[in-house]
């Protein structure tokens, strides 16, 4: 049967048993792959539940069901720049009037989310980072670190009738936030802001959204108030381009960055300012304001301190992108692996026939460790990928997240590289294993390598976050912290215990006990304390 939903899109009613579902998971086409699905130990179907859940499961398939469908959702192999640009701005504006996930739907059940994430990102990288960012990390770093005073912008966000970006990056300074230049001096007389680009290295780079068709970006600037007092660097909510027309307002000069390596459907821009006045209400407000007269005040006394907290939505852009970097990966090694059942080469000297080549130590040892990593990668990106859905519900019910927060941030400067890195190296061994066809356009291993490759710099080049997170354990121990009470989440809690952890030795005698989850933990636990103590 098929129902009809409200805004017009023809939906099929579930199987209630997700198994029986032809749509989810379909009857396999006989061929070269049937003999080893048949040689399976475990059921699939049932394991993609136990990973991931049926109502995640669903989610997904509904988005795929409707992309498959959808006309402006089919390849066009050899787009040019300008018609690739076009078709992710079409593609997310089309994802936000279906209204898989609303506001309705998260507020109800928050974790799916996570499913709607992976089903756009699965399809296409560009158009899913752009209305991430539209839909995603520009209204919630507006919600998180705005004041009501901006209400406005929210409505207008969920009526899709602005689109936001969010300009951190210069020029010159990238890693180094609080180096950034771009000036926001407070008028007393007029009670404006005046952003200022005192020089092109000052000017807001790589900022996606911003080329050509963002009405609205977050710009972070060096807040100056009167008697020329720096006040650090804050966030304002800054009118780039006209909403009806979307040419840029005068003393704003913006642009696009150009053709990259990938991801070229996310037009990535620069911008600069000149004498450019905003309203005094344009200020990001939760960690700090001004009154009319200029003077600021903020309950975060420390400047540094200040800055991390107005910088929250980055480790919510790193827990996403690790989940990104599982779709990749599992992509390839989807690719890959199934290559490797259908190719074959050499055979016995007495007969004709040919192996596969997965039948090879060789390609076993060059794909299998890449498939268990997004095995690994799946468990992992879901899990930091809840508490952060976790984290944000409490915000918003007033609830007291500094703690958590403090730990995902360090949890997220740690896994972003491992995850980031573990998909361009899997990636880049899937494209040889596939030998001269994975060169080919058509297998999409190159796409999916060069669409990858920003993951590893982008929200926190990789070397910079991985220091990142060591400094936050180096800083638990010189303080003594309590390892309990600083780590709501467990990922350090067994800390508390490092002294006894030290002392203890393996007890494994068997092969099965070596393999047993709970020994390879305790064995990990020593490991990371000695080289803990060590350094």
């Known amino acids: 049967m098929v129902a009809l939903s409200t805004n017009g899109r023809r939906e099929e009613k579930a199987v209630a048993n997700i198994y029986d579902d032809k749509r989810i998971f379909p009857d396999f086409r006989s061929g070269p792959l049937e003999e080893y699905r048949e040689r399976a130990s475990f059921c699939y179907k049932r394991m993609n539940v136990v990973l ?165 970006a977050i710009v972070y600037a060096q807040l100056y108030v009167p008697d020329d007092k720096h006040q650090g660097l804050q966030a304002f909510l800054v009118p780039i381009r006209d909403e009806r027309t979307l040419l840029p307002f005068p003393g704003v000069t913006v642009g696009d960055m150009g053709e990259k390596i990938g991801l070229n459907g996310i037009d990535n821009g620069f911008v600069m300012f000149n004498q450019y006045r905003i309203p005094k209400a ?121 703690q958590a927060g403090m730990e995902i941030h360090a949890i997220s400067s740690a896994l972003k590289p491992v995850a980031t890195w573990a998909a361009r190296d899997g990636i880049q061994e899937c494209r040889e294993a596939c030998g001269g066809h994975g060169y080919l356009k058509s297998s999409g291993l190159g796409e999916l390598r060069n669409d990858n490759d920003a993951n590893c710099t982008y929200e926190g080049e990789n070397n910079t976050l991985i220091q990142q997170a060591s400094n936050w354990l180096i800083s638990l121990r010189r303080n003594n912290a309590d390892f309990v009470a600083v780590s709501p989440l467990e990922t350090v809690s067994f800390l508390k215990d490092m002294d006894t952890i030290l002392q203890s030795k393996g007890q494994e005698h068997t092969p099965a006990q070596v393999l047993d989850p709970l020994n390879l933990l305790n064995a990990l636990n020593w490991l990371t304390i000695w080289h803990w103590i060590r350094r």
């Open 52 to 216: 991931e859940g049926e109502d995640h499961i669903r989610l997904k398939h509904k988005v795929w069901q409707w992309m498959e469908q959808h006309p402006d959702y089919q390849r066009e192999p050899g787009s040019d720049l300008e018609r690739t640009r076009e078709m992710a701005n079409k593609r997310q504006h089309l994802l936000w009037e279906q209204q898989f996930y609303g506001v309705n739907e998260y507020l109800g059940t928050p974790h799916l989310l996570l499913a709607f994430g992976q089903a756009i990102f699965s399809y296409d990288f560009s158009t899913s980072v752009k209305f991430g960012l539209s839909t995603g990390m520009f209204p919630s770093t507006l919600v998180s670190n705005g004041s009501g005073r901006l209400g406005k912008y929210v409505a207008k966000i969920a009526d899709n009738r602005i689109l936001g970006a969010y300009a951190l990056t210069e020029i010159s300074h990238g890693t180094n936030a609080l180096g950034m230049r771009t000036r926001a001096t407070y008028d007393v007389k007029r009670e404006e802001f005046i952003i200022h680009t005192p020089d092109f290295e000052a000017a807001k780079c790589w900022v996606g959204n911003l080329g050509k068709t963002c009405t609205h």
């Open 282 to 402: 344009n200020l990001l407000s939760k960690t700090g304001d001004i009154d009319a007269q200029g003077n600021y005040t903020s309950k975060i006394k420390d400047e540094r301190k200040r800055l991390g907290a107005s910088l929250g939505a980055l480790s919510v852009g790193r827990v996403n992108i690790t989940a990104i970097t599982y779709v990749a990966l599992s992509k390839a090694v989807t690719i890959a692996t199934r290559y490797a059942a259908s190719r074959r080469q050499f055979g016995p000297t007495n007969s004709p026939a040919e192996w596969p080549v997965i039948e090879y130590q060789s390609q076993q040892y060059r794909l299998i460790p890449h498939l268990a990593t997004t095995i690994a990668l799946r468990v992992a990106t879901l899990w930091i990928g809840k508490e952060n859905v976790d984290l944000t519900m409490k915000g918003f019910t007033g609830e007291d997240t500094s």
